[in-house]
């Protein structure tokens, strides 16, 4: 959709300028200015300003139309990833109800064409806590090739002072699947999902991503505490 304000998009006022720079024989700067008062807004600046609202409204709309949390969809594509690579599954027949710790693993993978970490451990009662470090760059991980304790292990969130996140990671996110009573990840939009940290600009980014399928259980469902 191209988006318009006041009826003007931003490619007419582009093509206005471009007008108003020949029989001027004034910058292309200048010409974006004029153009953009004669439409009706103080400045090309301001007309950009109010098309990046109504940019950010309509993508808040459509991510409301989906019923789509932009967090719980990533857990859902890496729930998807890990069970497609045989990392986790839902035969808990062999397993010790009560018992923690058997399932427990990472590893390095890509999600919607990123580096990212997923992360998965028992708690109890057969239930996995799923995290995703998204834009993971583990060659910037300050704790990555240290040694002992301080070396990067990969338990639910870096090891590294939170300060530092910025610079290697983009979003540390994570929720919990449901295995013993039901196939399903737990709670419903954005309810039970937790947020760790998530760098500047990225919800937005992940807003955009397409909405993911569950595969072999629900995305939503009843949140045990």
Same mark, same amino acid.
């Given at each position: 959709?191209?988006?318009?304000? &006041?009826?003007? #998009?931003? @490619?007419?006022?582009?093509?206005?300028?471009? /007008?108003?720079? &020949?029989?001027?024989?004034? #910058?292309?700067? @200048?010409a974006l200015e004029k153009?953009? $008062?004669?439409?009706? !807004?103080? /400045?090309?600046?301001? !007309?950009?300003?109010?098309?990046?609202?109504?940019?950010?409204?309509q993508r808040q709309e459509t991510v409301k139309s989906l019923n789509k949390d932009p967090y719980r969809n990533l857990i859902v594509a890496a729930i998807n990833e890990l069970l497609q690579? &045989?990392?986790i599954n839902f035969d808990?027949?062999?397993e010790q109800p009560g018992k923690a710790g058997d399932m427990d693993g990472h590893f390095l #993978?890509?999600? !919607?064409?990123?580096?990212?970490?997923?992360?998965?451990?028992? $708690? /109890?009662?057969?239930?996995?806590?799923? #995290?995703v470090w998204w834009k993971y760059d583990h060659s910037k991980n300050p704790q990555a090739n240290l040694t002992g304790n301080e070396r990067e292990? !990969?338990?639910d969130t870096p090891l590294a002072d939170k300060r530092h996140y910025r610079k290697f990671v983009?979003?540390?996110?994570?929720?919990?699947?449901?295995?013993?009573t039901g196939h399903y990840l737990m709670g419903q939009d954005g309810e039970h999902i937790g947020?760790?940290?998530?760098?500047?600009?990225? &919800?937005?980014?992940? @807003?955009?991503?397409?909405? $993911?399928?569950?595969?072999?259980?629900?995305?939503?469902?009843k949140f045990y505490r």
């Amino acid at each position: 959709m191209v988006l318009k304000i &006041k009826g003007y #998009t931003a @490619e007419y006022i582009k093509r206005m300028a471009k /007008s108003i720079k &020949k029989a001027e024989g004034i #910058t292309h700067a @200048e010409a974006l200015e004029k153009a953009s $008062i004669n439409c009706g !807004f103080h /400045s090309w600046k301001n !007309f950009q300003n109010q098309l990046k609202n109504v940019a950010s409204i309509q993508r808040q709309e459509t991510v409301k139309s989906l019923n789509k949390d932009p967090y719980r969809n990533l857990i859902v594509a890496a729930i998807n990833e890990l069970l497609q690579q &045989k990392k986790i599954n839902f035969d808990v027949n062999n397993e010790q109800p009560g018992k923690a710790g058997d399932m427990d693993g990472h590893f390095l #993978t890509k999600l !919607f064409g990123q580096n990212c970490a997923i992360l998965w451990r028992e $708690i /109890s009662y057969q239930e996995l806590m799923i #995290t995703v470090w998204w834009k993971y760059d583990h060659s910037k991980n300050p704790q990555a090739n240290l040694t002992g304790n301080e070396r990067e292990n !990969f338990n639910d969130t870096p090891l590294a002072d939170k300060r530092h996140y910025r610079k290697f990671v983009g979003a540390v996110v994570y929720g919990w699947l449901e295995r013993l009573t039901g196939h399903y990840l737990m709670g419903q939009d954005g309810e039970h999902i937790g947020k760790y940290y998530v760098r500047k600009g990225e &919800k937005i980014e992940l @807003e955009e991503l397409p909405f $993911i399928k569950s595969e072999g259980y629900q995305s939503d469902g009843k949140f045990y505490r």
